[in-house]
């Protein structure tokens, strides 16, 4: 089966940037995906990128993707207490016409005032 | 514009028990999704639907777990009987209409314990 692998925390200063990482498995995802859950709610998509493409920024936001080494990340800049939750890295799964998304475990991320 | 609904918000019921969750899904999304997430996991998907026809239940445990979208709107998912391991969030999510790429859009979850 596919498999997604995140660290699972992460603790940086408010202000600073954070680094969020993941690796996958399916050489056939088409889309990768950013989701963030805050405690006692549901998943909230953040960002999400294209196959083809290397680099997607969206405001604090900046999403690398190296397809050689299946290697996704998310990098928040200017990171703030409101920021601290779960992300999840997913990808969806594409064989046999199911677009199945796939999720890792999450990494949880503090943020220190 | 309405999210996701889910309810209940909390469930707690003794093993052997029946339970069921109910979700709507954003007015207009076809595809609406079941997916269970354990303590400490991402969720996993049990069931899609296209309308009120399941299209992928590849995951869905059948001898306990059953699921209906009557109209294609709403929908149901049934636990019976309950077992202590089912304890979860069960996460609801719809879409558009399906296709890879296009945003799921989540619910806040019906979370159970089984005593």
């Known amino acids: 089966g596919e498999d997604v692998e995140q660290s699972l925390f992460l603790s940086v200063r408010e202000g600073d940037s954070s680094v969020i990482n993941c690796t996958y498995t399916d050489s056939s995802s088409t889309y990768l995906y950013w989701y963030k859950q805050e405690p006692g709610a549901g998943l909230q998509l953040l960002t999400y990128?294209?196959?083809?493409?290397d680099m997607k920024q969206d405001q604090r936001l900046t999403v690398l993707l190296n397809k050689k080494d299946k290697h996704l990340s998310l990098r928040i800049a200017d990171t703030q207490t409101g920021d601290s939750a779960i992300y999840f890295c997913?990808?969806?799964?594409?064989?046999?016409?199911?677009?199945?998304?796939?999720f890792g475990k999450g990494t949880k991320l503090s943020v220190i005032p | 514009e309405a999210g996701v609904v889910q309810s209940p918000r909390y469930k707690i019921i003794e093993k052997k028990q029946p339970v069921a969750f109910w979700c709507n899904p954003i007015?207009?999304?076809?595809?609406l999704y079941w997916y269970r997430q354990n303590l400490g996991q991402g969720p996993e998907l049990l069931i899609r639907?296209?309308?009120?026809?399941?299209?992928?239940d590849s995951q869905l445990p059948k001898d306990r777990f059953s699921a209906e979208r009557l109209k294609g709107v709403d929908s149901t998912l049934k636990i019976q009987p309950a077992e202590l391991g089912d304890s979860a969030v069960y996460l609801c999510?719809?879409?558009?209409?399906?296709?890879?790429?296009?945003?799921?859009?989540f619910g806040p979850g019906t979370r159970l314990l089984v005593l």
């Open positions: 997913a990808e969806i799964y594409s064989g046999a016409g199911s677009y199945q998304l796939t």
């Open positions: 990128i294209f196959s083809n493409m």
């Open positions: 007015s207009g999304h076809n595809t």
């Open positions: 999510a719809s879409s558009l209409d399906g296709r890879a790429g296009e945003t799921q859009y």
């Open positions: 639907y296209e309308n009120e026809e399941a299209v992928d």
